[in-house]
């Protein structure tokens, strides 16, 4: 059995996109970083998505 597919909104697809860039230095990418870019969008005004 499969789970169903989360959907892909606008600020996951950013988050998404920001963790590629942030790779693109060859910075490490912890779970506190992610965090920090998740902060960042948010305080950009990125909606927080549920889950």
Do not use: C, N
Not at 1 to 14: F, K
Not at 23 to 37: A, C, G, N, S, V
């Amino acid at each position: 059995m499969r789970s169903r597919r989360p959907s892909m909104t606008r600020t996951r697809a950013l988050l998404v996109l920001l963790m590629q860039r942030y790779q693109r230095f060859d910075y490490w990418l912890t779970l506190l970083e992610i965090h920090k870019l998740a902060y960042l969008l948010q305080q950009q005004g990125g909606k927080k998505s549920p889950g």
